[in-house]
């Protein structure tokens, strides 16, 4: 018989059912996923420093709002664009070597995630490089769970323009009213905005005093996101 025919003799008490607002996630990355940002900011800083010059932390935060970054301050102090190509070379493995021998698990965020999945399909959309991504996630478990990750090399400008999640929608074939995009950082935030796409931004102390005030929510961990993509009729 088919499973679509209503039974004559079916009991009217009908469990509640799941009625899902959000279809589709698409996580930002670092200090979403993973606590690496701070690590980030110390790379930059040491390979400044290998230079005579010491990279101020609150400027640093607010050249990254606006997409800027570790340069900006050694532009500002003369250093010549030949040092700054060496020493962004530095900065990158020196932050490869952080993401392997530093803590930078969030906690409860792979059971949020196998939570997440019973209602949503997710995604990440990241500003890392494919090399440092992929050093992250060599033996994670996050990857399952997400139909496709966007990196760095994967759109041409990157946040706060609205390129990588209007790319990520496309990806997806989603619309922006049934999407959510998961952010720490004012710059991301700022980029989902520009795409038309409801942000909630998940606790970060290293980006806490960025303006949030154009986020749809405010969470302190990825497992509230439950009670924003679905709720019970």
Request: net charge negative; glycine share 6%.
């Amino acid at each position: 018989m088919d499973g679509a025919l209503i039974r004559p003799h079916a009991s009217p008490q009908l469990p509640e059912r799941t009625k899902t607002l959000k279809e589709y996630i698409l996580f930002d990355h670092d200090g979403v996923l993973v606590d690496t940002e701070f690590w980030y900011y110390k790379a930059g800083e040491r390979a400044l420093a290998d230079v005579g010059l010491t990279l101020d932390k609150d400027q640093y935060l607010r050249d990254m709002n606006q997409g800027l970054g570790t340069w900006t301050q050694a532009r500002a102090a003369g250093i010549d664009e030949q040092t700054i190509s060496r020493q962004r070379v530095a900065r990158d493995d020196y932050y490869q070597e952080y993401l392997r021998t530093e803590a930078i698990e969030i906690e409860g965020v792979v059971e949020a995630l196998a939570e997440l999945s019973k209602y949503v399909r997710m995604a990440i959309v990241t500003t890392a490089k494919r090399r440092d991504f992929e050093v992250i996630h060599e033996e994670r478990q996050m990857r399952k769970f997400m139909d496709f990750v966007l990196v760095r090399e994967d759109y041409k400008l990157a946040k706060p323009h609205p390129e990588p999640y209007l790319t990520g929608l496309k990806r997806f074939g989603a619309t922006k009213e049934e999407t959510l995009v998961v952010e720490d950082s004012a710059r991301g935030l700022a980029s989902a905005v520009a795409a038309g796409i409801d942000c909630a931004i998940v606790y970060n102390d290293f980006t806490k005093p960025h303006d949030f005030s154009q986020a749809s929510h405010r969470i302190e961990a990825l497992i509230e996101l439950k009670d924003i993509v679905r709720h019970v009729n």
